[in-house]
């Protein structure tokens, strides 16, 4: 097949718009699909979460309680319980006797994420997801490439650690730093220390160890991520055969490592990720041009 060359400035045009397409992840999946197709998976979680801390919100700034307490035991419209399973876990350890709405609120919340996948929460619900999120956005426009994450496994180890914490101090160890909880009560009430908290994670995940907290250390992701691990919901790298090996979905992804086998489909893997630490989060799809993922079943082993 023949083509007309192209003109000296045709191809120092081409050149610039190439170069500010791949400048940064989803540039040219924007440019292919349009912004909105290329953000959609990302609003829907913006505006889940908004929606989610208005609930909480609207309580103490308007004094209209559809919602009361907080993510990590709350009741809905005076009826429905939901509790955090990580704060149940300290609690029993600690060996204090929940109420029957806190072992309620987290069956309930226990079998929602064991459907859904248990890290969605941390991509959907959890607020310091904008805070790591928003870190690894600076890191790539800023060109930061120092610091290094420590081993994923650690998040594991520390979710060991604070149950053993619990019981030897007969409390709930990790509540009184757990940055979830602060940043929550940072955004609803304010104040100094919870304030620190969240930054402190922000400046981790931005000058330590790029996505260091959620990916490696946050053990409620890690309680979350053994809650999701058999769970229905999954992304899959359907259309691998369209893969253009631009690696934005690595870029993007808060745990890239989940990705390969499911996209490179070696040893007849199936394109289904099932890594129970993906977070169901969306990017990988919003960023792909030539729409390789799709939000299915994990029994759709469909591959093209």
């Not at 083509?3 to 397409?21: D, H, M, V, W």
């Not at 889940?48 to 307490?69: E, S």
């Not at 996209?263 to 919003?286: E, F, H, Q, W, Y």
Request: charged residues 15%.
């Amino acid at each position: 097949m023949s083509s007309t060359p192209l003109s000296p400035a045709e191809s120092r045009s081409f050149g610039l718009k190439r170069s500010a397409i791949v400048a940064r992840p989803g540039a040219a999946a924007v440019h292919d699909k349009g912004w909105l197709a290329a953000h959609r998976w990302w609003l829907l979680r913006r505006l889940t979460q908004l929606a989610l801390l208005a609930l909480f919100l609207a309580g103490p700034w308007l004094g209209v309680w559809i919602v009361k307490g907080n993510l990590a035991s709350s009741l809905t419209l005076g009826v429905l319980p939901l509790t955090d399973p990580f704060v149940l876990a300290q609690t029993l350890a600690a060996r204090h006797v929940p109420e029957l709405s806190a072992l309620v609120g987290a069956g309930i919340v226990i079998a929602f994420y064991a459907l859904v996948g248990g890290r969605t929460f941390c991509a959907w619900v959890c607020p310091v997801g904008v805070v790591t999120d928003t870190a690894a956005w600076l890191r790539r426009r800023l060109a930061i490439s120092t610091g290094r994450a420590p081993r994923g496994t650690l998040r594991h180890w520390l979710l060991g650690a604070v149950l053993l914490a619990s019981a030897v101090f007969g409390l709930p160890a990790w509540e009184a730093v757990n940055p979830v909880s602060m940043t929550q009560r940072a955004l609803v009430f304010g104040g100094g220390i919870a304030w620190g908290i969240t930054a402190a994670v922000f400046l981790f995940d931005l000058l330590v160890a790029p996505r260091g907290w959620c990916g490696h250390v946050c053990p409620q992701g890690a309680l979350y991520a053994l809650i999701g691990q058999a769970s229905l919901l999954r992304v899959s790298a359907r259309h691998s055969s369209r893969c253009n090996d631009c690696a934005d979905c690595y870029a993007v992804c808060p745990e890239p490592q989940v990705i390969p086998i499911a996209l490179k489909g070696k040893g007849g893997a199936s394109p289904v990720i099932l890594d129970a630490a993906c977070t169901n989060c969306g990017r990988c799809i919003d960023v792909c041009g030539p729409d390789v993922f799709t939000l299915t079943h994990r029994f759709d082993t469909r591959r093209s």
